[in-house]
């Protein structure tokens, strides 16, 4: 089986997309800024993260509008599928909208919308780019979460830890979806990669300390899928390694029904997960929230099915929604991507909502390796978490949605060339 390996730097150099300017040296220090906050930062410090890349998204857009050439990597198709499904919520919010509030709304997918001028930026630095070098940065950043994490939960003796910087459940969701990008360094040559392995025990600890169980259940997945797909590209050996592989993974899907977890004083079972989609008598307290909030929003989503109820304050419209003799509880979002998107655009957002997922694989379709084996972490990742608590639309996790996509893009584009 040929195995592909990105490695190092080309020995011809590409021209840089914004060579021509006068900035060129000022472009390959803000590419290097932008590569560094949208992977290393993401769970220890959110919110300067997510005004970087959005301010660095900002001059892209404005070097594009100015210099109106080399712009291929906006036709890299996982950048113009995010601008189609950007395209599609926008027309699922327009028969709804009450002022043009309701349209801007939009920008909350901007880290989406405007991924391909991230992508700009830092192709200013392609040839530099490695598995390795993304590895690198991606586990540090998930070593971030659980320094944090494991900070309130050691030394300020705290139930869970991510309250510093973040909700305990996005500071996991970001330190698993970190922890499992580190894996692609192992795509590199250099005998460091192995120092990324760092990355998903890191993203394993945080998540323990956080007490979040969707992000655990996410970990689980990525290792099945993420740790299949490693196996079947990079390993040399006898088949033996991947049958054992898969006879593991059988093993643990065969046990995992009747196995339960306690974490952060709740239980995480395949019966209580399955109870909070379909009972609102849920063993816990925040899977009984759950559960009412995915059947209002059921119940939403079949009162506007085509066009759903728009996205200003679409939590609040679905409580109007809530099963009789129960109470929903009414947050900025419903805890699960698809009750969101079903009640914000119904079909139509949903049709976005998918477009979305798929936008990685889609940029990595023709691609191998690294760029592939980042596409299927962030599809499966966003998914599985996304099932229990909202990714797309929290602006962390949108971020770093966005700025792996257009890394995504740049790999692929250059395996093309």
Known sequence: M??????????????????MLPLSKPFTILAWIALVLGLALPALYPRATNIGVLVIMAIGLLAVIIQRKNLDIFRQKGIATLLIACAILLVALLP??????????????APLIFAGCYAFIVSHIADRITPLLIGSLAALGACGGAAIAGYEVIVLGAGRGGFLVNNPIHLADLSVAL???????LYDRSPWRWLVLMGPVAALAATLWSGSRGPLVGFAALAIVGGAFLVFTLWHGSRAMRWTFGLAVALVLAV?????????GRVLSAQSILASFTETEAPDGSMRERAVMYQSALAAFGAS???????IGYAGIAAQYAPPGTTMSVYDHLHSDIADFAVIGGIVGLVGYALILLAPLVGAFRARGSALYLAIVMSVGY?????????????????????VTALIAILAKREAE
């Open 2 to 19: 040929r195995v592909d390996v990105q490695a190092g730097a080309s020995d011809k150099r590409r021209p840089s997309p914004v060579g």
């Open 96 to 109: 709804t909208a009450k002022s043009a509030q309701h349209v801007l709304a939009i920008f909350i997918l």
């Open 179 to 185: 922890g499992f990008i580190a894996l692609v360094g």
């Open 256 to 264: 995992s029904p009747f196995v339960e977890i306690s974490l952060g």
């Open 305 to 311: 099915p085509i066009y759903g109820h728009g996205m």
């Open 383 to 403: 998914l599985v978490m996304g099932l229990t608590n909202a990714m797309i639309g929290i602006l962390s996790q949108t971020v770093l949605f966005g700025v």
